[in-house]
């Protein structure tokens, strides 16, 4: 299975672009680049996912590099509501059915 | 729409005994998961379901057992409970397909002494 390679913590303060890497070298051709966050004391939820071209919706936005080994998610302006762990997923024909969790990346929001 | 719930939200069990946990949702989605959350680290998918009747093992099934006799419905079943079985457990649900979100319970706590 493809993995993924994310810092385990960040700093931003509010109102702040953020600007949260994920490595994924191995990553197949169909493979699809899926974000979650899981805010303290809840679980996941879902923030955006891709597959070649950036995308954008109301939470953030995720930038894919050219060659697909990377990607970047931004959050244009940092609230503290964002403070959460932030997961870089792959989805693939291998794991169709399931998310498959990585430690993720810790971010602080200071005011 | 309640989206995904979970019943209880916390829970002491002593060695040996057994509990089930329940997962409901009302989105009608095929699929519904477990998983299992311990301190630093991320979710790990114990059981999931692909529909009604059926259920299949994730990556840390050994010790537990689930049914899905109803579609909105996914049962988490500790029949000896450990107490390397404290953790948060979360439910999600999805529709069918890799692209589609999966939606996520608030947790239930369970501490086993």
């Known amino acids: 299975d493809a993995k993924t390679t994310q810092p385990n913590s960040m700093e931003s303060n509010e109102e702040e672009p953020v600007h949260l890497p994920c490595n994924h070298s191995?990553?197949?051709?169909?493979?699809?680049i899926h974000w979650y966050r899981q805010l303290p004391s809840q679980g996941p939820e879902y923030v955006i996912h891709?597959?070649?071209s950036n995308v954008n919706n109301r939470m953030a936005s995720l930038a894919i590099a050219e060659d697909r080994k990377s990607s970047t998610l931004i959050l244009h302006r940092a609230t503290l509501r964002d403070a959460a762990v932030y997961y870089c997923?792959?989805?693939?024909?291998?794991?169709?059915?399931?998310?498959?969790f990585g430690t993720g990346t810790r971010l602080q929001v200071f005011p | 729409n309640a989206g995904v719930t979970q019943t209880p939200k916390f829970r002491v069990l002593k060695t040996g005994q057994s509990m089930t946990l329940l997962c409901a949702q009302d989105m009608n989605h095929e699929y519904m998961y477990w998983y299992r959350q311990d301190p630093g680290m991320g979710l790990r998918l114990i059981h999931y379901s692909v529909g009604e009747g059926t259920t299949a093992k994730g990556e840390v099934p050994d010790g537990y057992n689930v049914s899905r006799l109803k579609k909105q419905n996914f049962l988490l079943g500790l029949e000896s409970a450990a107490p390397s079985q404290t953790s948060v457990y979360f439910c999600a649900s999805s529709y069918q397909g890799l692209l589609y979100e999966q939606y996520f319970g608030p947790g239930t706590r369970l501490t086993v002494t």
């Open positions: 891709g597959l070649t």
């Open positions: 191995t990553i197949s051709g169909t493979d699809y």
């Open positions: 997923i792959l989805r693939g024909s291998y794991n169709t059915d399931k998310l498959i």
